[in-house]
């Protein structure tokens, strides 16, 4: 007896919800088919009823990811209190933590930006730019004229931080991604006032 569309449709978040999670933790070349159906508790042969392979499965993983994210649930709220800019970089910066609730899409940097597969690099391309973009427009609503140049600033230094971040022990990791924290606030804090110094 076939499948009903609802329950394909659960599987398939199964996946990219497991997916999702170990990419982000591990990386691409760190995680296995195997790894990912266990935690999602699927049979590895229900895999390709879904999908036709792991660089596949990356690139709906990553998108989930992203679309899942804070900034990504956080449109609505683009024109809101000064707090709301603050609340978004502390947000991501809690992705340090060791065992974070929802991992960053970008985290694994170096190892997933300058993978051989083709696929996997337009990815993470794809991944980068749209956290690039909702920044940008927050601050772009925010009455910032750089708000792009602003954003992938901003964003290259929180990913660069986390990344680094993960590498450094406690208690040098939490003085580390505070420093990071103070500085990355002060350069958005100083696009957003030379911009309304200078209409």
């Known amino acids: 007896m076939p499948y009903s569309p609802q329950h394909k449709e659960q599987s398939r978040q199964k996946i990219l919800q497991a997916a999702a999670k170990l990419f982000c933790a ?8 195997n790894q990912i159906m ?29 679309d899942q994210g804070f900034w990504a649930r956080s449109e609505k709220q683009t024109e809101a209190k000064p707090s709301h800019l603050k609340a978004l970089v502390a947000r991501y910066l809690s992705w340090s933590e060791p ?3 929802l991992p960053s899409p970008l985290e694994f940097l170096v190892t997933d930006a300058a993978h051989q597969d083709e696929k996997v690099r337009q990815t ?10 909702r920044l940008a427009a927050i601050l772009d609503k925010r009455g910032v004229k750089q708000a792009r140049s602003l954003s992938e600033e901003t964003v290259v230094s929180l990913v660069g931080t986390v990344s680094i ?27 957003l006032t030379q911009d309304t110094a200078n209409p």
């Not at 266990?38 to 989930?64: C, D, I, M, R, V």
């Open 26 to 33: 591990h990386g691409f070349d760190r995680v296995t088919l």
């Open 38 to 66: 266990k935690k999602a508790n699927l049979t590895h042969g229900a895999f390709y009823g879904h999908f036709s392979g792991k660089s596949a499965l990356y690139e709906a993983a990553l998108k989930f990811a992203t």
């Open 99 to 101: 065992n974070p609730k």
């Open 124 to 133: 993470y391309q794809e991944c980068f730019d749209s956290l690039v973009d």
């Open 165 to 191: 971040a993960r590498s450094i022990t406690q208690p040098l990791r939490a003085d580390f991604v505070e420093r990071a924290k103070q500085r990355i606030l002060s350069r958005i804090q100083q696009g």
